[in-house]
């Protein structure tokens, strides 16, 4: 179960930022854009410390196949939905084994 929200939007940061010069509160500003206080204090924290609305790019763990091999793993189980995800390790390993 996914126990975080959606991603606050770039238009969505702008109004939050412009509120909190206006003067409003975390509160006042989290019931106006529908967000809790906590997601406001972030927002603003995030702000004043970058000075952008922009969020920091997120790294992820790189990918084990290529596009070529995720296009060859899809055209298999769907051409053959029984598959077993062992044989569909070996097809590539034999199909793709000079590939960087």
Do not use: C, W
Not at 24 to 36: A, N
Not at 62 to 71: D, I, V, W, Y
Not at 73 to 94: C, G, H, M, T, Y
Request: charged fraction near 35%; hydrophobic fraction near 30%; aromatic fraction near 6%.
């Amino acid at each position: 179960m996914d126990l975080k929200g959606k991603e606050i939007t770039p238009e969505e940061r702008k109004i939050i930022i412009k509120l909190r010069n206006e003067g409003k509160t975390l509160r006042e500003i989290g019931k106006i854009v529908g967000r809790t206080h906590s997601s406001i204090q972030r927002v603003i924290n995030n702000y004043t410390s970058s000075k952008s609305i922009i969020p920091k790019q997120r790294f992820g763990r790189p990918s084990k196949l290529t596009a070529r091999e995720k296009r060859y793993v899809f055209k298999s189980v769907r051409l053959n939905p029984r598959i077993s995800a062992f044989q569909i390790a070996n097809d590539v390993r034999e199909r793709f084994k000079n590939t960087p």
